[in-house]
């Protein structure tokens, strides 16, 4: 190992209260809402095929035209509590909105910068309401901020320059201070989400990134931030350069979802995913695959299955309703998470061999492991392996509370047979298991 002074400082998950909260969350709901919602990945007549928040970026967007959308800036339809109450039937336990994108708008009145709604003609802020009307329902509330800001004069890219170097100096106290506004100004919230965080500019000062997140935790002791906001010395990025974990929880599952638990290591994570296949902000018009909400519904059980949450992006039009689409498959996941939440909330990895069938998740350290059933075999025959010294003691559907006939095929196989019917949707079967040698009532009686 090489001595790091901006390395990971604990190794293991944390287990204090608000970390185990943020863990029991399991399914979250992403908001990328912002001025790139006005022109919706369109422009001048010409539709932009990259990600609808990175418009800015697009030869066919002049810088000029993108930076004066705040002037249209006044969301009629924003609604914060209809939006929490959509979120709160989705099932979502904890959301991440973006307070300022990579643009540098900040959706709060900071005082830190002119590129804020107070300049619009909505004037008003637009997180607080917000943050309030999701606390209200029980939902927690994430801050998502980009390092990334092009608005900032002095926020750069990389330091070539001796006045590059005292500009960025300047930009590092303007991030200091915005996060302090936030943290001071929504005093609820439980953690922030950092992105933009790969350019040289910022990877080269590991000591800064390491100072700021410990101020953040010294200003809101149990603050919650991922792996994404650090660098270590040497320009590591969310695994120092001893391959130790940075920050609470591995922050790098964007778009994409770990395959088994070694690719997690049995740490804390979280994926991220949009609805189409690449838009995070609102596009006018979605191109290839969208999501459908059993395709979604079997990412939340899997990334539960190996200890992580699962965050589901959504894009509110510039008047602040959200689109068809996001209405109907917020209402569809709810709908099953209202009969199988219980398989999803304070689940976990759960020590099974994995099945082709789907996934096995453990509730907590309990005897209780939840089947969720994703293929449903030709056969009708569900294999369960259990571990030695364990025993299968009984085995219910979930939302039909009837046993699920099984057969003990071998010493610690069997064989649960599923209704002979049509699923249009995952289905979950409970287990308990025991520890220890004691008949289950399907062990045969051995002669
Ligand atoms: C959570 C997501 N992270 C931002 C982002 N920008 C990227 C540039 C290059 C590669 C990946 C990126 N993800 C996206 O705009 C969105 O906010």
């Not at 390092?147 to 590059?164: A, F, G, M, Q, V």
């Not at 974990?245 to 964007?254: A, F, I, K, V």
């Not at 392996?385 to 085995?395: D, E, T, V």
């Amino acid at each position: 190992t090489v001595s790091l002074q901006h390395g990971a400082h604990r190794s293991g998950n944390r287990t204090d209260a608000d970390m185990e909260r943020w863990r029991s969350h399991r399914l979250g709901q992403f908001i990328h809402w912002g001025l790139y919602a006005i022109p919706g990945g369109e422009w001048n007549g010409k539709v932009y095929n990259g990600a609808a928040e990175w418009i800015r970026s697009w030869k066919e967007m002049p810088h000029e035209a993108y930076d004066n959308l705040y002037k249209q800036f006044n969301p009629a339809g924003y609604n914060p509590q209809q939006w929490a109450r959509q979120a709160k039937d989705m099932g979502a336990r904890y959301m991440i909105i973006t307070t300022k994108h990579h643009d540098g708008f900040c959706l709060w009145p900071s005082k830190y910068s002119k590129y804020t709604v107070a300049s619009t003609p909505w004037k008003k802020d637009i997180i607080g309401p917000m943050v309030e009307a999701y606390n209200k329902e029980g939902i927690d509330v994430v801050l998502y901020f980009s390092i990334i800001d092009w608005n900032h004069p002095d926020w750069r890219t990389s330091l070539k320059t001796k006045e590059d170097t005292v500009a960025y100096g300047r930009f590092k106290v303007f991030v200091k201070n915005q996060l302090k506004e936030l943290l001071t100004k929504y005093p609820t919230v439980k953690g922030f989400w950092f992105d933009g965080t790969w350019d040289e500019s910022w990877k080269t000062d590991g000591a800064f990134s390491d100072e700021l997140e410990q101020y953040l935790q010294s200003l809101h002791p149990g603050l919650i931030i991922g792996s994404r906001l650090r660098a270590d010395e040497k320009g590591a990025r969310h695994f120092d350069s001893n391959g130790r974990l940075m920050g609470d929880y591995e922050q790098g599952w964007e778009r994409k979802l770990p395959e088994k638990i070694e690719d997690v290591h049995h740490n804390d994570w979280e994926g991220v995913m949009t609805i189409p296949e690449n838009q995070w902000g609102y596009h006018a018009r979605w191109t290839g695959h969208i999501k459908t909400a059993n395709e979604l519904i079997e990412m939340l059980a899997r990334s539960a299955s190996l200890g992580g949450n699962f965050v589901i992006n959504f894009g509110p039009k510039a008047d602040g309703t959200y689109r068809a689409e996001e209405q109907q498959l917020a209402a569809q996941i709810g709908q099953w998470m209202k009969t199988n939440g219980a398989a999803i909330y304070g689940g976990g990895y759960a020590g099974l061999e994995k099945q082709d069938w789907g996934y096995y998740i453990r509730k907590g350290n309990t005897d209780t492991v939840y089947m969720v059933v994703c293929n449903i075999p030709v056969s009708g025959y569900l294999r369960v392996k259990i571990p030695p010294q364990q025993s299968l003691q009984s085995a219910t559907g979930l939302e039909s509370g009837q046993p699920i006939p099984t057969t003990q095929t071998g010493r610690n196989e069997y064989l649960l047979q599923l209704e002979n019917k049509k699923y249009d949707a995952p289905v979950v079967i409970q287990l308990e298991v025991k520890k220890g040698k004691e008949r289950g009532e399907f062990e045969k009686a051995r002669t």
